[in-house]
């Protein structure tokens, strides 16, 4: 009865059978016509607009140390951070993306105190290096030195924790660090000096990176705020100090264990700035959901922050987000800073892009352009091909990074995804060269392959709107690549060129547009570009 009633009334079913309680429906194919229609009359396809009232979401990610430059792991940390900053606003939210710069404590003494023993005074110019480079190539050296010097006390009969505490080399930094804590103004000159060659070093990956952020906030800055607030918590019965004079909290009610905040001497841990950097956060923002992305070495950590934010008084503490990835590894194992063996992530993106263009000059795929068109298309391939192979991904898993893959034009790759898109604005160029627009298609009749392709792009909106809720730019990567498998589908079993029907030829045209739009705008949420030309 259900069956007869849409036939008869609902011009989209063409006819019905019901089997064993079941209703099966056939929609008539010319009603996806109309479902296309829709799709390309909205420009933002797929997206939802932040109101005034939206909520106002902010998104933490990199969160680099200014002793070393940013590696493979940063780039993961950058680009999900990212991708999720751009997800969550194409759900409807307001989004702030910010950063948190752990600017001080005893690793960013030890670059100093190397740079002043042994780089004889070099700066970013004189060397011809990135600032970050030069600092993080003193940070590898004081590594160097320490190593031997707890051998050498070692081999006087030391045990290996006596001799790093009997250290003279870390008892230097320990007493830089606390000249620093003093404010006084020689270190503190060399601190900011130093810093400001890290920054620049920083700016330009991140420029490179394609990232970026609406407010950065420093540990140098927010420590001192988070003393304040756990003494005002201790004020208030919230907290408690020990006969030694530390302060902690007591989480054993959370099922949890007591946790330091303040030390014996009054410094400060990491819980406590990044109290401090919260409440900057919460000052500076009317925050309605934190998120921060951290990796999942720190779950714990993030667990406790949650607790002790809602105690302290922020109201989106208990609901605070650790977007908790797995770690990047190399086929050649587990990356060490301090032994200078990680994967820089400057060497990286220049690698990828000389890879790109290499293999593009190999298959013949850039043949045509001007050398400065070929260098603008590599760049655009190799950094698609690292983002795409580090966010397809599901985050939560730990995964190992091969870059000879991740740059292949075939299969689930960013490469074969702007391949496609290219091959896409191809067929609409040379649709115009010949005179071809895309008219009225209402009467004609889309085919099993063009209903396939209409019904994936139905797909998006629901896609994106899963991604937001999930946490995942894996669902829009591998999104993309299901969506332009279709298109590829579509366009080897059905001519668009050679059609002489002009609503068949109208409703192909159609289709490659709107493809080509909505992959854009997929990959654009993953921050990849995509090139009109390969």
Not at 434 to 450: I, L, N, Q, W
Request: proline fraction near 4%; charged fraction near 25%; glycine fraction near 8%.
């Amino acid at each position: 009865a259900i069956g007869e009633w849409l036939v008869a009334n609902e011009p989209a079913v063409k006819g019905f059978n019901a089997v064993k309680g079941f209703l099966n429906i056939v929609v008539e194919p010319r009603a996806w016509n109309g479902v296309l229609a829709a799709i390309a009359a909205d420009p933002s396809y797929g997206f939802t607009e932040a109101g005034a009232d939206a909520p106002l979401v902010m998104v933490e990610y990199s969160s680099p140390n200014t002793n070393k430059p940013l590696h493979l792991g940063h780039v993961r940390n950058n680009l999900l951070g990212y991708s999720l900053a751009q997800i969550l606003a194409a759900c409807g939210n307001r989004v702030v993306k910010t950063n948190i710069v752990n600017d001080r404590g005893i690793h960013i003494c030890k670059s100093m105190l190397a740079w002043q023993k042994w780089a004889g005074g070099a700066t970013p110019e004189s060397r011809g290096v990135k600032g970050d480079h030069l600092i993080g190539d003193c940070y590898v050296d004081f590594d160097r030195h320490f190593k031997a010097e707890v051998k050498e006390l070692m081999d006087k009969g030391m045990t290996e924790d006596q001799a790093k505490e009997a250290s003279p080399l870390m008892a230097e930094a320990r007493e830089m660090l606390r000249r620093w804590e003093d404010g006084d103004p020689e270190v503190r000159a060399l601190w900011e000096r130093m810093n400001g060659w890290v920054y620049a070093g920083f700016d330009d990956t991140y420029r490179r990176m394609g990232v970026d952020f609406d407010k950065i906030y420093y540990e140098s800055q927010t420590y001192l705020e988070g003393k304040a607030k756990v003494l005002e918590g201790l004020d208030k019965g919230l907290l408690y100090r020990r006969d030694d004079g530390s302060v902690w909290a007591d989480l054993t009610a959370e099922g949890l264990d007591h946790k330091l905040l303040l030390r014996a001497d009054g410094t400060s841990v990491y819980m406590t700035q990044d109290i401090g950097t919260a409440k900057m956060r919460y000052d500076d923002y009317p925050i309605d959901r934190m998120i921060y992305v951290v990796g999942n070495e720190q779950n714990y950590h993030f667990q406790v922050l949650s607790l002790l934010l809602d105690r302290l008084g922020f109201s989106w503490g208990k609901d605070l987000v650790h977007f908790s990835y797995g770690m990047v590894e190399l086929p050649t194992g587990k990356m060490k800073s301090r032994e200078g063996t990680v994967v820089d992530a400057d060497d990286l993106m220049a690698s990828m892009v000389a890879d790109a263009r290499r293999v593009s000059d190999e298959m013949g795929k850039i043949q045509g352009l001007t050398d400065e068109e070929k260098d603008a298309v590599a760049e655009i391939v190799g950094l698609g091909a690292l983002k795409y192979f580090l966010l397809k991904v599901d985050p939560r898993k730990n995964m190992m990074f091969n870059p000879a893959e991740s740059i292949d034009f075939n299969g689930n790759t960013g490469p074969f995804i702007q391949y496609t898109y290219a091959r896409m604005r191809s067929v609409l160029r040379r649709a115009a060269e010949a005179g071809h627009t895309a008219g009225d298609y209402s009467a004609a009749v889309p085919c099993e392959r063009e209903i396939a392709l209409i019904q994936r792009l139905a797909d998006f909106p629901s896609t994106v709107a899963e991604a937001g809720r999930s946490f995942s730019p894996a669902l829009i990567a591998n999104y993309a690549y299901d969506l332009v498998k279709e298109y590829n589908q579509f366009y080897h079993d059905c001519p668009i060129l050679r059609e002489t029907d002009p609503a068949l030829l109208s409703l192909r045209l159609t289709l490659t547009e709107v493809t080509a739009r909505t992959v854009a705008a997929a990959m654009g949420l993953l921050g990849i570009s995509v090139p009109e030309r390969m």
